[in-house]
């Protein structure tokens, strides 16, 4: 067991699952027992905490934990002082940021942040929608929510602000989204005492690169040909905008051609490849790209 330990807050709830597979995919093997709140990881240096992504800048910002993955809105919502030291788009069902909305029922006369004066607004993001209302020059009762908020109008609110990454739910509770408030991703945050600690601080941004080649990785494939000489350009010429390795065969009428691309361009590639002179093809996975 190393005597120095990186505390690192792993978000539970909705991102756990997601973040598990982005770490095995960096080459951390992060366990979940259960009622256990304390993940294990193959490295002796890093110490998990499943925290929930609301309260992790809370955290990290008092130094309980040194750093933690948890979304740009939860820094803005605690208003933390901590330090944002990468962006990884990832969420629990897509790789865009998702969106903090004002929704109201379809029928609603709500059409603008205007008609919000003296309106009762339910969210989890108090902060957030209060600082938004007072731009706009609006005073309403903004209460916070402990989930379920799209049941809630028009009975117990006049509208909403909630998370949404696909809409779909908001429209299956008859809701429409009238505006955005806040596009939001998943940042890797530190306390910034522990940010200026070299050994935490190399620890952290050794595992922040491999991070961020799993993801660069994600809907990339590997393709390896062998290619006559004769047939060369043919074959570069499919491949526009790419930079394949080229390198010499035992035989020196044939060429070894390896490229890095698109998932979904392979299946149009690979019988240009073949029909060009292209042979003994291969398509591989990629685990981590690293830039």
Same mark, same amino acid.
């Given at each position: 067991?190393?005597?120095?330990?990186?505390?690192?807050?792993?978000?539970?709830?909705?991102?756990?699952?997601?973040?598990?597979d982005?770490?095995?995919? =960096?080459?951390?093997?992060?366990?979940f027992?259960?009622?256990?709140?304390?993940?294990?990881?193959?490295?002796?240096?890093? $110490?998990?905490t499943?925290?929930?992504?609301?309260?992790?800048?809370?955290?990290?910002?008092?130094?309980?934990?040194?750093?933690?993955?948890?979304? $740009?809105?939860?820094v803005?919502?605690?208003?933390?002082?901590?330090d944002?030291?990468?962006?990884? !788009?990832?969420?629990k069902?897509s &790789?865009?940021?998702?969106?903090?909305v004002?929704?109201?029922?379809?029928?609603?006369p709500?059409?603008?942040?205007k008609?919000?004066?003296?309106?009762?607004?339910?969210? #989890?993001?108090?902060?957030?929608t &209060?600082?938004?209302?007072?731009? $706009?020059?609006?005073?309403a009762?903004?209460?916070? @929510?402990?989930?379920?908020?799209e049941?809630? /109008?028009?009975?117990? %609110?006049?509208?909403?602000?909630e998370?949404?990454e696909?809409?779909?739910?908001?429209?299956?509770?008859n809701?429409r989204?009238?505006?955005?408030?806040?596009? @939001?991703?998943?940042?890797?945050i530190?306390?910034?005492?522990?940010? =200026?600690?070299?050994?935490? &601080?190399?620890?952290?941004?050794?595992?922040?690169?491999?991070?961020?080649?799993?993801? %660069?990785? #994600?809907?990339?494939?590997?393709?390896?040909?062998n290619?006559p000489?004769?047939s060369q350009? =043919?074959?570069?010429?499919?491949?526009?905008?790419h930079? /394949?390795?080229?390198?010499?065969? @035992?035989?020196?009428?044939w060429?070894?051609? !390896?490229?890095?691309?698109?998932? #979904?361009?392979?299946?149009?590639?690979? /019988?240009a490849?073949?029909? =060009?002179?292209?042979?003994?093809?291969?398509?591989?996975?990629?685990?981590?790209?690293?830039?």
């Amino acid at each position: 067991m190393s005597d120095r330990v990186l505390k690192l807050g792993i978000p539970a709830g909705s991102l756990q699952e997601a973040t598990a597979d982005l770490f095995r995919k =960096a080459g951390y093997k992060l366990t979940f027992a259960s009622r256990s709140y304390y993940p294990a990881i193959d490295d002796a240096e890093i $110490h998990c905490t499943l925290i929930r992504a609301q309260e992790m800048p809370r955290y990290v910002q008092d130094g309980s934990l040194d750093c933690g993955l948890t979304g $740009h809105d939860w820094v803005i919502e605690n208003d933390a002082q901590v330090d944002e030291l990468a962006e990884l !788009v990832f969420s629990k069902v897509s &790789r865009r940021p998702v969106r903090w909305v004002l929704a109201v029922p379809t029928d609603s006369p709500i059409q603008g942040p205007k008609d919000l004066q003296g309106k009762r607004i339910a969210t #989890e993001v108090v902060n957030i929608t &209060r600082k938004w209302l007072a731009t $706009h020059g609006v005073t309403a009762n903004v209460e916070f @929510s402990w989930g379920a908020t799209e049941v809630k /109008p028009p009975k117990l %609110a006049d509208a909403i602000v909630e998370v949404t990454e696909t809409g779909s739910s908001l429209k299956a509770n008859n809701l429409r989204i009238v505006c955005d408030l806040l596009q @939001s991703t998943t940042r890797f945050i530190a306390n910034p005492a522990a940010a =200026a600690d070299p050994w935490k &601080r190399r620890k952290m941004d050794d595992l922040i690169l491999m991070l961020k080649g799993a993801m %660069a990785a #994600e809907g990339r494939v590997g393709l390896m040909m062998n290619v006559p000489r004769a047939s060369q350009e =043919a074959v570069l010429a499919l491949m526009p905008g790419h930079t /394949p390795t080229l390198s010499s065969l @035992s035989d020196p009428a044939w060429v070894d051609v !390896v490229v890095i691309l698109s998932e #979904e361009e392979v299946r149009e590639l690979v /019988p240009a490849l073949k029909r =060009a002179g292209a042979t003994s093809i291969v398509e591989f996975p990629l685990n981590k790209i690293i830039d």
